[in-house]
């Protein structure tokens, strides 16, 4: 039965569900009021702090992870750097299975819910492993342990739950409103992540540092908490797309069908799209809409496979870089195929890949480990700013979030609007491919540098400091002059990562969108495990003399300039796929006013 809200609040159809859960569709004039809009700008908000929230909970946890399994848990290398990239690898992945999740079973708004919950209990139980409880009640170690991979598998299955679908059910409020308010607000849901990000590198890593694990923790799990009773707020309010069941199978059957069916039909076209062959107009038993939504998926995917190179040329900023879970990555993926059995094969898969005998020996994988090369390169420059500071090497991912804080405002409230002022349709495949040539600028710039370094050692010397507890003989130049390479990325990133989920958002059915969005968050953790084995690869191949430990007798700048190529090839494979790029004109019941346009995609009209 249906029955209309109050009229001021939002025109929203409410129907009862078998499960007894209320639905909110969708019936939203596309200029809606003033109060209703203020809502609807409510509910973004909100969506908005709850990501910044469950960001800072997320980050405030990995940010000193390997520090606390050394030196509270006592545990011995390798283990400290294995439990946190099993933890990364997880998260880093577990958003597909939330998406899944949310698109079959139950909805958005539920699995975010059930994945806060979690999350919650996961803090929870790590601020409880380090309390102090005296002597009598004191937890021994293995408990400890026990406790430990409890708190990171339910932290990680609780992210996935929340980072495949927070970012689209923000959209959906707004969606009505056109696509350039929903790149505005993928825009700043990205700003809020950053936000997040930057309060857990300093504020709470200070305090798990300067005054102790349990408190620094114990701001994690109320920052969790605060995300869910700020989501909670609008849930009476909240656009809500009902799921539809499973139609990853569905999709996985149109796609078989169209390979199978290779014949040639032909009926009054030239050309036919090989799936078209599934529909029913073609003799096919699917129906043609559901076909064409497929067909959207699949035009999709190859755009989102030159991620990964990209991010593999991002990760060259982050400290820890392995590829020992990528194996994992690729048996989750098979593990995601059979819908029947992923309850219980990912759980028990979870519960074994945290057990220490496992880490153990994933450790044996490892291809390569230590700091990466952004950060080599920095231990190898003067860190040392005055007489009583020495500024750590890693200290500059900061200064890269905080660029990506100035310049994401600035790009959205003064660069876009006067691009759209002057004509200048800057799309998101525009966006992304001039976000590529930043990220092959940075390591060129990169390579560049290194060659100054080592000219400054030749002509004042060199000084020994000892970055990461090593010693190094290091450069006279001082580390700021990496901020451009660190700039430039952080500018790819704007340009890159932020259209690229408004467009997995407005070019996915409604029915994928939590999967196809969990994808391109897997496209991350793939490229930063793609660099840890290109760079053991690089380092094999030329005996190490373009990754050596010691920089000074070594070739660095020629690792630079070879990742400046494959990004070249990349970048040509991605402008070969977006010239290409047809957007398919669907209904909105499928896809949703975002999505609808009839045009060919090029690098001039894309």
Request: aromatic share 14%.
């Amino acid at each position: 039965m249906l029955k209309m809200e109050d009229p001021e609040l939002a025109p929203i159809l409410v129907t009862s569900s078998s499960r007894g859960a209320k639905r909110y569709h969708v019936s939203m004039p596309h200029h809606p009021g003033p109060i209703r809009r203020r809502i609807r700008i409510l509910l973004v908000i909100c969506i908005l702090f709850t990501e910044l929230c469950e960001r800072l909970t997320f980050y405030g946890v990995v940010a000193n992870l390997v520090l606390y399994c050394r030196d509270y848990l006592k545990l011995e290398a390798p283990l400290p750097s294995s439990i946190s990239l099993a933890f990364q690898g997880t998260s880093f992945f577990s958003p597909v299975i939330g998406g899944w999740i949310a698109d079959t079973f139950l909805g958005r708004y539920n699995t975010i819910y059930g994945g806060s919950l979690l999350y919650l209990v996961g803090t929870i139980l790590l601020a409880a492993v380090t309390f102090n409880y005296g002597d009598v009640h004191k937890l021994g170690t293995g408990s400890k342990e026990g406790f430990l991979g409890i708190s990171l598998l339910l932290i990680s299955v609780g992210t996935g739950g929340i980072k495949a679908n927070v970012s689209p059910l923000g959209a959906d409020q707004i969606e009505n409103e056109g696509a350039t308010v929903v790149q505005r607000f993928f825009d700043w849901f990205y700003w809020f992540i950053q936000l997040g990000s930057f309060l857990a590198y300093t504020a709470v890593v200070s305090v798990q540092q300067d005054v102790s694990f349990f408190y620094g923790y114990v701001i994690t799990a109320s920052s969790i908490f605060v995300a869910i009773i700020l989501f909670v707020s609008g849930r009476k309010y909240y656009v809500i797309q009902p799921h539809k069941g499973s139609y990853m199978a569905d999709t996985c059957k149109i796609i078989w069908q169209g390979l199978k069916k290779n014949q040639c039909i032909c009926r009054g076209f030239n050309e036919l799209h090989w799936l078209d062959r599934a529909k029913e107009s073609f003799g096919g038993i699917w129906s043609d809409q559901r076909v064409e939504d497929v067909k959207a998926v699949v035009g999709i995917a190859p755009i989102f496979l030159t991620f990964i190179l990209y991010w593999t040329i991002y990760g060259q900023m982050y400290r820890h870089l392995n590829v020992q879970l990528f194996v994992i990555i690729l048996i989750l993926m098979v593990l995601f195929l059979f819908d029947g059995f992923i309850f219980f094969l990912t759980h028990v898969f979870f519960l074994v890949l945290f057990s220490s005998k496992v880490f153990s020996w994933l450790s044996c994988l490892s291809l390569f480990k230590g700091q990466t090369s952004y950060l080599l390169q920095g231990s190898f420059m003067k860190l040392k700013l005055s007489d009583h500071f020495t500024m750590p090497a890693a200290s500059l991912y900061l200064f890269e979030i905080t660029m990506l804080l100035i310049l994401i405002p600035v790009v959205d409230r003064i660069i876009y609007p006067m691009l759209r002022h002057f004509g200048v349709d800057f799309t998101p495949l525009k966006k992304m491919g001039v976000g590529m040539l930043f990220a092959m600028g940075s390591v060129i710039v990169a390579g560049l540098m290194e060659i100054q370094r080592k000219r400054f050692i030749a002509t004042h010397g060199y000084f020994q400091q000892h970055p990461f507890n090593t010693p190094v003989n290091a450069s006279q130049m001082n580390i700021f002059y990496q901020v451009p390479q660190y700039v430039l990325m952080g500018t790819g990133e704007v340009l890159t990562s932020i259209p690229g989920l408004a467009f997995a958002y407005s070019q996915s059915p409604v029915y994928l969108r939590g999967v196809i969005m969990g994808l391109n968050l897997a496209t991350i953790g793939i490229g930063f495990y793609v660099a840890g084995a290109l760079a053991a690869i690089v380092r094999k191949a030329t005996h190490g003399t373009w990754y050596p430990q010691d920089l000074n007798n070594g070739k660095l700048e020629n690792y630079f300039f070879f990742l400046a190529a494959i990004m070249l090839l990349n970048f040509v494979a991605f402008v070969f796929l977006a010239q290409r790029y047809k957007y398919v004109k669907t209904s909105a019941s499928s896809r949703g006013p975002v999505a609808q346009v009839d045009q060919q995609s090029n690098l001039v009209n894309s």
